[in-house]
């Protein structure tokens, strides 16, 4: 099992989860993150005065998928968060030695479902 986390735009939060729920993702967890990579953070204007935001508003995608399911799930995510512009966002994935359903103790691949 894998865990998988995508740093996406605010913006492209709809597509993705649709994305996964068409590939039958049947869960994850959604947080507010702030960060910023390449783009080194933005400079914006208000009121004609010139600021430097350094920390871009992104969202954090959380969900575990068993090994066979990994890169229908980044496809999935890439596909749905791609815009081709620079801060479009990351995918990481990482093992997941067990995964427990508290409600049931149903353990692995049965609590994934």
Same mark, same amino acid.
Request: net charge negative.
């Given at each position: 099992m894998k865990e998988i986390t995508a740093i996406i735009?605010?913006?492209?939060?709809?597509?993705?989860r649709?994305?996964?729920?068409?590939v039958g993702v049947t869960g994850m967890t959604v947080s507010d993150a702030q960060g910023f990579? /390449?783009?080194?953070?933005?400079?914006?204007?208000?009121?004609?005065?010139e600021y430097h935001v350094e920390f871009i508003p992104k969202i954090r995608i959380d969900t575990v998928v068993s090994d /066979?399911?990994?890169?229908?799930?980044i496809d999935a995510i /890439? !596909?749905?968060a791609n815009t081709?512009?620079?801060?479009? !966002?990351?995918i990481w994935v990482k093992d997941v030695e067990a995964?427990?359903?508290?409600?049931?103790?149903?353990?692995?691949?049965v609590a994934l479902n």
């Amino acid at each position: 099992m894998k865990e998988i986390t995508a740093i996406i735009q605010p913006v492209r939060l709809g597509p993705v989860r649709e994305a996964l729920r068409a590939v039958g993702v049947t869960g994850m967890t959604v947080s507010d993150a702030q960060g910023f990579g /390449s783009q080194g953070g933005s400079t914006d204007t208000y009121r004609g005065v010139e600021y430097h935001v350094e920390f871009i508003p992104k969202i954090r995608i959380d969900t575990v998928v068993s090994d /066979s399911f990994v890169q229908v799930t980044i496809d999935a995510i /890439s !596909g749905a968060a791609n815009t081709g512009t620079v801060g479009d !966002g990351k995918i990481w994935v990482k093992d997941v030695e067990a995964v427990y359903r508290i409600r049931t103790g149903e353990r692995d691949e049965v609590a994934l479902n």
